[in-house]
């Protein structure tokens, strides 16, 4: 059977919860292999849930019909089987890793250099900046 067959989610839990309350609650119903109890470190608390994998899924079940709508510490838990996490490709790629954001950066160069006039270029059209094309320069007028 697979690892997620038997770890639990175990979700609304008091902020005085911490691994070994966990422990100490779900190890009557079998061997646990990890607990995992997620924190949010602006604050230095928990998210208020934990992950706990048994080694047998017949354990994780029996701690699912046991500890669900039970409590600790005043609160009223949730507690079934986790789900596997969802892998989102787009969300764990760099964007510059994409032809599409390329081909745009690409592009986007391409306006800017045929937008621009360079020294260079008005040097080659015979283009001076603040003379006439005769060489005199406008603040020669006599």
């Known amino acids: 059977m697979s690892s997620q067959k038997k770890t639990l989610y175990v979700g609304g839990l008091a902020d005085d919860v911490d691994v070994n309350t966990l422990k100490s609650a779900f190890l009557p119903f079998g061997d646990i292999v990890d607990i995992s109890l997620p924190m949010n470190y602006a604050n230095q608390k928990h998210k208020g849930f934990a992950f706990i994998e048994y080694q ?23 507690v079934n089987l ?12 760099p964007i510059w890793a994409d032809d599409e954001y390329l081909q745009t950066i690409h592009n986007d160069e391409e306006k800017v250099d045929t937008n621009t006039t360079t020294v260079d270029d008005q040097e080659e059209t015979g283009v001076k900046s603040g003379s006439d094309h005769d060489g005199q320069s406008d603040d020669d007028s006599d």
């Open 82 to 93: 986790a789900r596997p996490s969802k892998f989102r490709e787009t969300n764990n790629k």
């Open 56 to 78: 047998f899924p017949e354990d994780a079940s029996d701690a699912i019909d046991n500890m669900d709508n039970g409590e600790i510490y005043g609160k009223t838990i949730r």
